[in-house]
C-alpha cells in the first residue's frame, strides 16, 4: 500500500500486527534485491558494536545488540579517473544514503560511492580530481573554456575540485583540504550550495560552500565534491514503528534521568517525578540546556585597563 502526499511517497503496511500499524518507509523500488560485492566488505564485530573501548567500557552511550552486518568501503576520495559506469543501487545498513556500485571502464575495477538522487544503474559517472583529460582539452579547441568546460563536466554523480564547480550549483561529499576525501554533506538528503570563489588575480584560492543549516564554510580550490543530492531525501520521514525495529539498527533504549535512582543521575531519587529543585545537566553534571544560567563564563570586560593598586597598603601606614 502507498501513501501519497504531494510529491512525498511513503509505503504503509495493512495493521496485520501492532508493529506494522504504524511503519513508514520510503518507497525505493530500484535498489538492487541481493547482497553487496563481497571484496569490497569486512565484518563489523568486536567492543565497537556495543559502544565500548578497548577497555570494555561504555564511551558511547545508547549503543549494543542489532543485526549483524559488513561494513561497506566506500571511496570518498574519488581519485581514480576515467570513465565509470554504475552497475546497481544497493542499501546500506550503516548510513542512510544509498550506494552506487562503480565499475571503471578501462580497468574494470569496481568500487562503492555514495549515489546521488535520481542516479540508476548504466549512468556513466567520472572524476576530474587530477585533471582535465586532453580529450576534453581538444573537444573545447585546445583552449580551456570555463562555460564550456561546466557544460561538459558538471552532471549529476561526477567529482570535480571545487574550482571547476560552477557558482549557485548544489553539490554532495565536499571535502575539506586538498587529496583528502568528502567529510561534509554526506547523509541522506544532504546537499551545500556553491556561493563564491575567492580569486588572486585569475586563479581561485578558495570557495565559499553554505551547507544546509545555514552555516557559511570556505573550502580549498582543490577539495573534491560531487555535483548533485546526496540519495534517499524522504529518509527523514520514515517511521520504525516499534521498539524492537529500534534494536535491530543497533539502538539501546534511552532512560530518562528521572527515572533513575540518585547514584546514576543527578535528576535521580526522591519520592515521585521530582528532581530535586535542580537545574537540568547531563548525567556527567554539565548543564542540558542554554541560557543566561547555563552559558560559558566570558571575560567581558578583558579589554578594560585595571588601576595597580599595589602600593596602597604602605601609603595608608604612612599617614
Known sequence: MRREGGALQLKTYKPRT??????????????????????????????????RNNTGRVTVR?????????????????????????????????????????ENVATKKKSYIIASEGMRAGDAVESYRSGIPSE????????????MLAAKTAFRGNCL?????????????????????????????????????????????????????????KVSKDACATVGVASNPHWQFRQLGKAGRSRWLNIRPTV????????????????????????PVSIWGTPAKGGYKTR??????????????????KRRAKK
Not at 81 to 100: C, M, Q
Open 256 to 279: 530518562r534521568g528521572l527515572a533513575m535512582n540518585a547514584s546514576d543521575h543527578a535528576h535521580g531519587g526522591g519520592r515521585g517525578k521530582s528532581k530535586g529543585n535542580v537545574h
Open 161 to 217: 575540485p571545487m574550482h571547476m564547480v560552477p557558482l549557485g550549483t548544489q553539490v554532495y561529499c565536499v571535502g575539506s583540504h586538498p587529496g583528502r576525501g568528502a567529510v561534509f554533506c554526506r547523509s541522506a538528503g544532504t546537499y551545500a550550495t556553491v556561493m563564491a570563489k575567492e580569486a588572486v588575480g585569475k586563479k581561485v584560492k578558495e570557495v565559499t560552500i553554505r551547507l544546509q543549516s545555514g552555516e557559511v564554510r
Open 62 to 102: 545508547h549503543h549494543g545488540g542489532g543485526h549483524r552486518r559488513r561494513i561497506r568501503t566506500v571511496d570518498f576520495e574519488r581519485k581514480e579517473p576515467g570513465k565509470h559506469i554504475v552497475e546497481r543501487i544497493e542499501y546500506d545498513p550503516n548510513r542512510s544514503a544509498h550506494l552506487a556500485l562503480l
Open 296 to 313: 560559558k563564563k566570558r571575560n567581558v570586560n578583558k579589554h578594560v585597563v585595571q588601576p595597580r593598586v599595589r602600593n596602597q597598603g
Open 18 to 51: 501492532p508493529g506494522l500499524r504504524h511503519l513508514r518507509r520510503p518507497i525505493n523500488e530500484h535498489l538492487w534485491k541481493g547482497g553487496p560485492h563481497r571484496p569490497l566488505t569486512f565484518p563489523k564485530i568486536g567492543h565497537g558494536k556495543g559502544g
Open 136 to 147: 576534453l582539452i581538444k573537444s573545447m579547441g585546445g583552449t580551456v573554456d570555463p562555460g
